[in-house]
């Protein structure tokens, strides 16, 4: 059991399992202290949880290789185990079984989370002045670079259920299962904050072509994001409007509020979620004060859940394939989403973002999937993409049978078509 002295665990709970644990990483130090105390707390009971600690493996010069003696060895493994062992006897007022893994801690864990459909990854933030990051002391950052499961880095001062959180609202699928998983988390009676930042020169905005401001049409976009979400009783949430840098307005809005958590989305792996770690996410982990929760791009194709039920995806035959892009088409035409291909010998790229679907088709003739984008008016943007070489089509849908994102197989590559929030 927790000690008493631990504040009230989540309301909700993200409703971990044996066979979907909550995995938290831990280091033995002190600075994995908090990951300890809410990693109980989000798992809920022992047996849905799983205490992880990564040996590394020892420094080698090239050019003399260090060869450990197995006695010493052993003796490291056996150290690193029981410097975790005693962290959980110290903060949890028992011992509990720790799995001892080798390697390069941020790979080795994602890969663990990965194999067994782990709902989250909890571990510290760690430290991450300039000398961190020359030294490679940055396993937060990089956990949520590789694993494509969310993950809670926990700063030192959280040891209780986040009280105060900032959600950080984009209009993607992956900041809407930020949304919900950060209210999974929430302690009881928690103020929640739906916060947008918009563009600092707040110039018109063709969302819609009406001629109304992007302050507007973001609004107006904000108060939907609050209708998706079930939210608690007790719970107070606010919508919020900020302007200018992402991260820095982010950062600034959680200290004046003492925020517990910042919670965001991010698209994944490869060239786009470098992107969008390099601008926004990278800045609020290394310098935020509070606990950061990410849900990557995968997370929200594999792990989406409004009823605590994942995606459900419908694959396609061959012979049904132009009839059920038809029908696509039909349900979807207008809405807005973002265009990705991810291919080992391009890496992954993002060919359109944020633009409404005019319709999806497939040639039987030259055996080609063409996904049209673009705006409705005769000057607005519109992009054709063609798919060769395609060997499956699938459908993600939520638990309400509400279309998520297009899947299209090619070769050894990928195509998704994922919607923003309607």
């Not at 130090?29 to 300890?36: P, V, Y």
């Not at 070489?389 to 279309?403: E, F, K, L, N, P």
Request: glycine share 8%.
């Amino acid at each position: 059991m927790l000690k008493s002295s631990i504040p009230a665990a989540p309301e909700l709970g993200v409703r971990a399992t044996v066979t979907s644990p909550v995995l938290i990483a831990s280091d033995g130090r002190t600075q994995s202290d908090a990951a300890l105390a809410v990693g109980r707390l989000v798992a809920e009971s022992p047996e849905s949880m799983r205490l992880i600690t990564v040996l590394k493996s020892a420094p080698q010069i090239p050019e003399a290789p260090l060869s450990l003696e197995p006695d010493l060895e052993a003796a490291r493994r056996a150290q690193a185990r029981r410097d975790v062992i005693e962290q959980s006897q110290r903060l949890w007022g028992e011992p509990v079984d720790v799995e001892l893994l080798e390697g390069d801690p941020a790979a080795v864990v994602s890969r663990l989370a990965h194999k067994v459909g782990a709902t989250m990854i909890v571990c510290g933030i760690g430290r991450h002045r300039v000398t961190d990051r020359v030294f490679g002391d940055e396993t937060a950052l990089r956990f949520i670079r590789m694993a494509d499961v969310p993950v809670l880095a926990v700063a030192d001062r959280l040891d209780h259920a986040p009280r105060r959180i900032i959600i950080a609202v984009d209009f993607s699928e992956t900041s809407l299962r930020a949304a919900r998983l950060a209210l999974e988390l929430a302690a009881p009676g928690a103020s929640i904050h739906l916060a947008h930042v918009a563009p600092r020169n707040g110039a018109p905005y063709d969302w819609e072509a009406s001629g109304t401001t992007y302050k507007e049409d973001a609004g107006n976009a904000l108060h939907r994001v609050y209708g998706q979400l079930r939210i608690p009783d007790g719970m107070l949430v606010q919508e919020i409007m900020l302007q200018g840098d992402p991260a820095t307005e982010l950062l600034a809005f959680a200290a004046s509020i003492n925020a517990d958590l910042i919670a965001t989305g991010s698209h994944g792996r490869g060239f786009v979620g470098r992107m969008l770690i390099g601008s926004v996410a990278t800045r609020i982990v290394r310098c935020s004060t509070c606990s950061v929760l990410t849900v990557p791009h995968s997370a929200v194709m594999t792990r989406v859940r409004t009823n605590g039920e994942a995606p459900s995806p419908q694959q396609f035959t061959e012979v049904s394939w132009a009839s059920k892009l038809a029908e696509f088409t039909r349900r979807n035409s207008g809405r807005r989403g973002t265009l990705e291909i991810d291919d080992p010998d391009i890496d992954a790229q993002a060919q359109a973002f944020d633009f409404p679907l005019i319709g999806v088709d497939w040639d039987p003739h030259d055996r080609l999937v063409e996904i049209m984008l673009g705006d409705a008016t005769k000057e607005g943007r519109h992009l054709t993409h063609s798919v060769a070489g395609v060997t499956s089509i699938a459908v993600m849908q939520d638990d309400r049978g509400h279309d998520l994102a297009l899947r299209i197989a090619h070769g050894a590559g990928l195509t998704l078509f994922t919607f923003t929030i309607p």
